[in-house]
């Protein structure tokens, strides 16, 4: 089935460590996106990636990182830098807007990660 | 910078109830306002507006956008307790990279919806 996969579901982090949160997507999707959720606020925007090998910082990049080496494949990593990581992760994609019109981003699943 | 608001930020009902879910935004470059239902994990798009005026539905559901007043509400009709859920409204911001839109999205903080029996 298409779809878009996050891995793991939860993570935990020890102080000091940087930790990488997995997403991957088999829609053909060229922009990929990741946010962050906090209890009682929306999501947030930290990175997004419009082709590969090319990606812009959000609202809230610092004390994160991506790569984009492959068009189905969007890891992001949380570093030391980011002293409250606590917060549920949500990757994202969507195709262009092209022939089809404006299209949707969907989401996969989400990672849980809290601090040890 | 770009703005969402949603009201009210929690709704507690019972079956049958019709609700109304208010997002006003803000936005330099609007191209679509759109919303999404979240209940455990992924949220779930349901409808994308980009004209005023023109009501979207789906079965229980619908939504309108008004561009003047820079507003959206989503209804939501004969509730039931699988209705309760947070809903996300978010704003999409044209930024063009050659031919292609591959807009940004602003979220509101969400409104969360209890249905009681």
């Known amino acids: 089935d298409g779809g878009i996969t996050q891995s793991p579901k939860y993570l935990f982090r020890k102080e000091g460590q940087n930790v990488t949160l997995s997403c991957e997507q088999n829609?053909?999707?060229?922009?990929m996106y990741w946010y962050r959720q906090d209890p009682g606020q929306g999501l947030r925007l930290i990175y997004y990636s419009q082709i590969v090998n090319d990606f812009q910082k959000g609202d809230i990049a610092e004390g994160y990182s991506v790569s984009r080496e492959k068009k189905e494949s969007f890891p992001l990593t949380v570093t030391s830098a980011q002293k409250n990581p606590t917060a549920f992760y949500l990757c994202?994609?969507?195709?262009?807007?092209?022939?089809?019109?404006?299209?949707?981003?969907?989401f996969g699943d989400g990672t849980r990660l809290s601090i040890l | 910078e770009d703005k969402v608001v949603q009201s009210p930020l929690s709704l507690v009902v019972h079956e049958g109830d019709t609700v109304t879910l208010n997002c006003s935004y803000e936005v330099t470059n609007f191209r679509s306002l759109l919303w999404y239902k979240q209940e455990k994990k992924a949220p779930t798009f349901l409808f994308m507006l980009t004209s005023s005026g023109i009501e979207k539905k789906s079965g229980r559901l619908s939504s309108i956008l008004d561009k003047k007043e820079l507003f959206s509400i989503l209804n939501i009709t004969a509730t039931q307790t699988g209705d309760s859920a947070v809903y996300l409204c978010a704003v999409e911001n044209a930024e063009r990279a050659g031919g292609t839109s591959y807009g940004k999205l602003t979220f509101g903080q969400g409104t969360i919806l209890t249905v009681h029996p």
């Open positions: 994202a994609s969507r195709t262009g807007t092209t022939v089809l019109g404006n299209q949707p981003q969907h």
């Open positions: 829609l053909n999707h060229d922009a």
